[in-house]
């Protein structure tokens, strides 16, 4: 009985301390985010330390937008190529949840949380991605503005 009561008391907890994704927030998902890490539905870790691409997301005020994969340069300046996924922004059941298309595929995540600097994604097998905030690397002091 007393092994009920806590499992019932963190879960509570758990479901209370989760960030609400308001209509506001979705603002902050636009820009370069680079993976930090993977979360297994095991409570395994994939930790990555440095990423060759970032993830560049835009979305526009109606919700909609797309998704491009993006290499920094050491310039500041990035290589860009023509493929993305189109994107939409949708409300549900209290939750956020972002839907991809591509013209071969099309899928969903959960947006767990979203600040200025981290963005989580969970996917429909469980695995939570866990992402910082990045910009432009310029290790070339060269006086020039980065793009």
Same mark, same amino acid.
């Given at each position: 009985?007393?092994?009920?009561?806590?499992?019932?008391?963190?879960?509570?907890?758990?479901?209370?301390?989760?960030?609400?994704?308001?209509?506001?927030?979705?603002?902050?998902? !636009?820009?370069?985010? @680079?993976?930090? #890490? +993977?979360? %297994?539905?095991?409570? =395994?870790?994939?930790?990555?330390?440095?990423?060759?691409?970032?993830?560049?997301?835009?979305?526009?005020?109606?919700?909609?937008?797309?998704?491009?994969?993006?290499?920094?340069?050491?310039?500041?300046?990035?290589?860009? !190529?023509?493929?993305? @996924?189109?994107? #939409? +922004?949708? %409300?549900?059941?209290? =939750?956020?949840?972002?839907?991809?298309?591509?013209?071969?595929?099309?899928?969903?995540?959960?947006?767990?949380?979203?600040?200025?600097?981290?963005?989580?994604?969970?996917?429909?097998?469980?695995?939570?991605?866990?992402?910082?905030?990045?910009?432009?690397?310029?290790?070339?002091?060269?006086?020039?503005?980065?793009?």
């Amino acid at each position: 009985m007393k092994n009920t009561f806590g499992i019932l008391f963190l879960s509570l907890l758990f479901i209370s301390c989760q960030q609400k994704i308001k209509p506001e927030d979705i603002s902050k998902i !636009n820009g370069y985010w @680079e993976i930090e #890490k +993977v979360v %297994f539905d095991q409570g =395994k870790d994939k930790e990555y330390g440095i990423n060759e691409s970032y993830d560049y997301f835009q979305i526009e005020k109606n919700n909609t937008g797309f998704r491009k994969k993006v290499v920094p340069q050491l310039d500041g300046t990035f290589v860009v !190529n023509n493929s993305q @996924e189109s994107v #939409k +922004v949708r %409300f549900k059941d209290n =939750k956020a949840f972002i839907d991809y298309a591509t013209p071969y595929a099309k899928w969903s995540e959960e947006l767990v949380a979203i600040s200025n600097d981290e963005l989580v994604l969970k996917n429909a097998q469980k695995k939570e991605y866990h992402y910082k905030k990045a910009g432009p690397i310029h290790i070339l002091d060269d006086g020039k503005k980065t793009k």
